[in-house]
T-cell receptor, first 116, second 115 residues
């Protein structure tokens, strides 16, 4: 597609339920990033995928969070046993090669998650 | 640890007035520097970036930013604001070398524009 797409746009769930958030990167981009944007906070890096390399998961806040990227394209961020503090906007970004900070990261519109 | 500070949470300017959004960073060495803009319901869009060379960087939509090493600052400016510039602006830094994809963002400055 023309840009990074994310689904769903909004998600309301009950505490303790699992949720899956989807990201479709720009076609041809090998690098994919997930960020979390909490109310009044900047973006928090979560995870980074680059081609077939092992992902950098150093930003995941707990073991309830996981992500995978199938076929080097679509990525799914899964949050298990959601907590109210997980409420945030989850942003996905992609870039062509993921080389250094010199590359521009293109962001999707985000998924707004609300945990009741 | 690296950090990015945007001291102004919310700024209001009149259309046609000049704008300066402040960004200070704390880092071991000069990082890569970025400004992003986020319109309501939209993802972030890159306005400009600094890697090296000329410390005055031109970006899209008439924005520019100046890197000042002595002040660890990377302030964003625009000489004449348009109503469509109302959005939230984020400053970000990224380390040089390994792990440079891992951007650290400030908390953002929300810009309101009075017609």
């Amino acid at each position: 597609g023309a840009g990074v797409s994310q689904s769903p746009s909004n998600k309301v769930t009950e505490k303790g339920k699992d949720v899956e958030l989807r990201c479709d990167p720009i076609s041809g981009h090998t690098a994919l990033y997930w960020y979390r944007q909490s109310l009044g906070q900047g973006l928090e890096f979560l995870i980074y995928f680059q081609g077939n390399s092992a992902p950098d998961k150093s930003g995941l806040p707990s073991d309830r969070f996981s992500a995978e990227r199938t076929g080097g394209s679509v990525s799914t961020l899964t949050i298990q046993r959601t907590q109210q503090e997980d409420s945030a906007v989850y942003l996905c970004a992609s870039s062509f090669l993921g080389l250094a900070g010199t590359e521009t990261q293109y962001f999707g519109p985000g998924t707004r998650l609300l945990v009741l | 640890a690296q950090s990015v500070t945007q001291p102004d949470i919310h700024i209001t300017v009149s259309e046609g007035a000049s704008l300066e959004l402040r960004c200070n960073y704390s880092y071991g060495a000069t990082p890569y520097l970025f400004w992003y803009v986020q319109s309501p319901g939209q993802g972030l869009q890159l306005l400009l970036k600094y890697f090296s060379g000329d410390t005055l960087v031109q970006g899209i939509k008439g924005f520019e930013a100046e890197f000042k090493r002595s002040q660890s600052s990377f302030n964003l400016r625009k000489p004449s604001v348009h109503w469509s510039d109302a959005a939230e602006y984020f400053c970000a830094v990224g380390p040089r070398g390994a792990g440079s994809y891992q951007l650290t963002f400030g908390k953002g400055t929300k810009l309101s524009v009075i017609p």
